[in-house]
């Protein structure tokens, strides 16, 4: 009996199988290079013009934001809208070079054309004593203003306020809202802590 060879027909055939599951493995590669690549675009250009993830550092926001807590910031909610008094905001550090890039958490407290001034440890804006619920003493520092705030200037403080506890506008002055990132609008880690603001 003769031996029986693989004719070149098979042999093909498998050649033909083995190249065609390569190419299949490299096409889903692609996809799946091309898929992450789409959304780390998307999740960049989101990041830019969107909603900015912050951490917060410091003692200044105490007792409404604790350091490290991580929080969702929204960015285009001021194209939209004015910052308004209430508002917890993310805003560049006018006290240091425009070179540098540092930011801080503060609420907004008064709004332009708005009259501020800290008197006998109280808050007052427009001559009217301020209700804050969300502050745990009186402020300790010194009495301050008043100020008149002018068009496109807000007036910021912390919610600490203990003495020396905040850096904010008693320090470094009226923001404008060319300063101001956006609005925290939620603390999102730690998971135990996910809370509005």
Request: charged share 30%.
């Amino acid at each position: 009996m003769e031996p029986v060879f693989p004719s070149s027909k098979d042999s093909d055939g498998r050649q033909q199988a083995t190249s065609g599951s390569q190419r299949g493995l490299r096409a889903e590669l692609w996809d799946v290079i091309r898929t992450i690549g789409i959304a780390f675009i998307i999740l960049l250009l989101l990041n830019i013009y969107v909603f900015n993830l912050s951490v917060v550092k410091g003692q200044s926001m105490e007792p409404t934001l604790e350091e490290s807590e991580r929080l969702f910031v929204n960015k285009i909610i001021y194209d939209f809208r004015d910052p308004k008094p209430g508002d917890v905001v993310v805003l560049k550090d006018p006290s240091i070079g425009p070179d540098k890039k540092e930011y801080l958490v503060k609420r907004i407290v008064a709004a332009p054309g708005d009259t501020v001034e800290v008197r006998g440890h109280q808050l007052f804006v427009n001559n009217t004593a301020l209700n804050e619920p969300y502050t745990d003493i009186q402020i300790e520092d010194a009495d301050f203003g008043p100020v008149i705030l002018k068009s496109d200037e807000y007036f910021v403080m912390g919610d600490n306020r203990h003495a020396g506890r905040s850096k904010d506008s008693r320090y470094f002055g009226n923001v404008k809202k060319k300063e101001i990132i956006g609005r925290a609008e939620f603390v999102f880690w730690p998971l135990t802590k996910i809370r509005g603001l």
